[in-house]
């Protein structure tokens, strides 16, 4: 419905055409190079099972930048961004059992840039084997050069990857010492 509303008001009002994209449900982040070896070797050391995974999202959409419209299968992009950051579905006999809960995941236009959202609701029991529930958030910025979809992806790749190490920066402060 929101598609159709925002295609005849720009065809009404400017003529113009509106675009969707379909992203790569695949979660490709690169981490910088600094870094990398230190962030692998600590994802490696330290896995986690997830025992749910959920998309409580009040918007199914990820949203639009500029005149495109972005559209992707939301859960296998979060859940290959969590496999690749050691939190498995198949990790039954590690500690903690995570439950994941996606609450916001968005990209839009902001002049010529674009900002991308990614929160998660984070469930665990803590070291003292109390349930703990944490919200995490990624939030990245970059340059809009021409709404393309490996730009859209990349942005969207990296405020998902910030919020899954937030996630693991304090699962590990509890597992992984």
Known sequence: MQKII???LCIAMFGCSVNTVQLS????????????AKQ???IAECSFHLADFKDKRESKSLGIVALTIVENDVNKWALSALEKYNIKENNANTLPHVKVTLVKAYIHSLMSSMAANVVFKIE?????KEQ???YVRGH???VN???GESEILSTLN???????SKARDDLGKSYCT
Do not use: P
Request: no cysteine; proline share 0%.
């Open 158 to 164: 990296k405020a998902m990857g910030k919020a899954i």
């Open 6 to 8: 925002i295609t005849l």
């Open 40 to 42: 692998l070797s600590n």
């Open 140 to 142: 990245e910025v970059d």
């Open 25 to 36: 449900s695949e979660y490709n982040h690169k981490f910088k190079r600094s870094n990398k």
């Open 145 to 147: 050069w021409n709404s």
């Open 124 to 128: 665990y029991k803590s070291s003292a």
């Open 132 to 134: 703990k529930t944490n």
